[in-house]
């Protein structure tokens, strides 16, 4: 058994899953972190196992060998799946153990849970299932700004010791920027308080719009766009149960419409999936695709660079305030102000989501 192994699966716990919504798509990673070796991740308290076979196939398991209960994760990718680490039964992308070693006859319940999943636009979907083995209702969603020639992207991901819905919060109110990263994408954060919100909703999606007109450039602004003192900012959020597309920029003023989505200038087109772990402790995927100036083509790495800090930011912030949740309980009411109407709002949609997956539970049992 491997290093890696132990210390993967050392923060993993399993329970119950009905209390996430269910029969929905999540991120599971992207494209680029599934190499020659299995990953073990829990996903909202199921545990599992991803791997890409030979043929470039990616796949999710249960993260349980059906014979002694080894990791599956703690084994070895081959051709044809995943190799058990203990005694080396070989499981097929669909389940089935397709070898025992030293046994002619694979009795058909040699087999483990097996999760549908998606490669698309370098994302890696999952599709958490109501009932066992249940196949998607729907398509996975589309994130083309990956696979776009006018962005180039890096990514990279979290594990968040803080409920997956205090980041839903955090990234639909960027009024924070203007407090917890003034050394990247924040600027003046009374500008921020005061910016004009429109936040409007269409069935299960929130789309938050800020337009801040007169702004000075924060440094990443500068590092990748030639700025003068002022630029006409704008930050378009869109919330989706399973992920976030967070679209900002700036056009110089006296240029184009900051409201106008064919506008030029430089843009930040953030991707933020986020994925219940337990009900205490979550995923986060990011990536951060942006477009170059052509006279500061180095810019995009750079913007990477720094986004990647502005998230280590956050995170210091989010897993401060849930410690903060827990030593003061829930009697310590949240008190609303201006700024919460797009996060009340997802809230809102998933405890409706809930609410409905309850009433079907408890009518089918
Ligand atoms: S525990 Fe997996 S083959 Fe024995
Ligand atoms: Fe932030």
Sequence with gaps: MTTHCIAINN???IGDSHAFPLDQWYVAGFSSELGDKPIARTFLNQK???????????????????????????????GAGVRCGYHGMLYAPSGQCIEIPGQER??????????AVVEKNQIIWIWMPKTEGAEPTKSAPDYPHHDDPLYKFGSGNYHYN???????????????????????IGGNARLHMNAEMNVTQEGEQVRVVRLMPGS????????????????????????????????????????????????????MRGFH??????????????????????????????????TAFTFDEDRLVIEAQYRNMLEFGEQ???LDIHVDVG???ARRIVSKLLEQQQATDMAAA
């Design 106 to 115: 694979i009795p058909a319940k040699a087999r483990v849970k097996a999760y």
């Design 162 to 184: 803080a409920p997956w819905q205090l980041i839903h919060d955090n990234l639909l109110d960027l009024s924070h920027l203007g407090y917890v990263h003034l050394k990247t």
């Design 11 to 13: 923060i993993q716990r």
């Design 343 to 345: 996060a009340n709002r």
């Design 216 to 267: 000075t450039p924060p440094p990443t602004y500068k590092a990748a766009w030639p700025f003068g003192d002022t630029c006409d900012r704008w930050q378009e959020i869109e919330f989706d149960l399973s992920h976030l597309r967070i679209w900002t920029g700036a056009v110089e003023p006296g240029t184009d419409a900051i409201d106008d989505p064919h506008r030029g200038g430089f843009h």
């Design 332 to 334: 310590a009411k949240w």
């Design 273 to 306: 999936g986020i994925t219940p772990e337990t009900a205490t402790t979550c995923h986060y995927f990011w990536s951060m695709a942006s477009n170059k100036h052509p006279d500061m083509p180095e810019n995009i790495d750079e913007v990477v660079r720094q």
């Design 48 to 78: 599992v196992v991803l791997f890409r076979t030979g043929e470039g196939q990616v796949a999710a398991l249960e993260d349980r060998c059906c014979h002694r209960s080894l990791p599956l994760s703690c084994g070895t990718v081959e």
